[in-house]
């Protein structure tokens, strides 16, 4: 069933932990918000210009991870898992108050997140939520990267490949549709890096709080965590659930088959401002009633054109 009105949280919920970039404690707070609000950063640990809305266009950089600025220069770094999970779990509009400049990883997926939210009662709302639905095809091609978005009809699917030369990871696919599969899966699965990098990554002053607590990390023969992975697709996996995180900056759902390779946050970025750019190619529509099956699709709709 795909909700036709939006939705936020009944109560506060705390998450603490640490940055994985930063390396610094962090507290979270993810309170209600109001109907249209949408995602809205708060730093708590400044006094004025602190508000920072989850959009596509606050991107400041996507090295890594997923970083946010306002107009004033405040920035919240690392929100693709939380807003992952808020798209899995059908938040639209809550305000994070978090008393740094990271949040917190967690267990490096979006596990932690989900299994707290799953266990407070989420406010239906009275406005319809907003769609984004493509119409015509859109492509992006960076290099070897590339990344396509085409029509399919009122569900989210996503194809996304892998080709790394390190043999663990090697090629790895999968196909997954939001409205349709279990996303255990994909929640589930954490942030890695190759051993290699490690060095690399910390020199440029990331990575602080990196640890086999929250990320997988491979060497040339295997995987070094001890408890070895969680899934047989884990790395395509994480990479679906980042740009499910980064894909929610568009404001809106989606219905659209996504094709995706070798991509990350730095690619979803520049793809998500290329569909904005491309008015004829995209609707935003409201829907009167929605049903999925797992034979059909039922729904009539209200079209909202550029709403």
Do not use: W
């Not at 249209?36 to 266009?57: P, T």
């Not at 990098?197 to 440029?204: H, R, V």
């Not at 996504?258 to 750019?277: A, M």
């Not at 034979?295 to 709403?307: D, T």
């Amino acid at each position: 069933m795909q909700d036709v009105y939006q939705k936020t949280l009944s109560q506060k919920v705390v998450f603490k932990g640490i940055g994985l970039h930063s390396g610094r404690a962090s507290t979270i707070n993810v309170m209600p918000a109001q109907e249209g609000e949408g995602i809205v950063f708060k730093r708590i640990d400044l006094n004025e210009n602190n508000l920072i809305k989850a959009n596509f266009k606050n991107v400041c950089s996507a090295r890594l991870c997923t970083t946010l600025e306002n107009n004033f220069g405040v920035k919240v770094s690392t929100v693709e898992h939380l807003l992952a999970a808020f798209y899995i779990i059908g938040i639209d509009n809550a305000l994070v108050e978090i008393d740094n400049e990271e949040v917190p990883i967690m267990d490096g997926s979006s596990k932690d997140f989900l299994n707290i939210l799953k266990e407070i009662e989420l406010i239906e709302q009275s406005k319809k939520r907003k769609f984004l639905k493509i119409t015509n095809k859109i492509e992006l091609i960076d290099g070897k990267r590339k990344i396509s978005i085409e029509p399919n009809e009122f569900s989210l699917e996503v194809n996304f490949q892998l080709n790394y030369k390190n043999k663990v990871i090697g090629k790895q696919k999968n196909t997954i549709n939001f409205q349709k599969d279990d996303l255990s899966d994909v929640s589930n699965s954490r942030t890695f890096c190759l051993f290699e990098d490690i060095e690399k990554i910390k020199k440029i002053g990331l990575a602080k709080g990196g640890s086999l607590d929250n990320a997988v990390v491979v060497d040339t023969e295997k995987v070094l965590n001890k408890s070895g992975l969680r899934n047989t697709k884990e790395f395509v996996n994480h990479k679906i659930l980042d740009l499910a995180g980064d894909f929610l900056l568009s404001g809106y759902r989606v219905f659209g088959k996504i094709d995706c390779y070798q991509g990350g946050h730095e690619l979803t970025n520049l793809f998500l401002r290329k569909i904005f750019d491309q008015n004829p190619d995209y609707q935003i529509i409201e829907l009167e009633d929605y049903k999925i099956s797992k034979k059909f699709h039922s729904l009539s709709q209200k079209i909202a054109v550029n709403a």
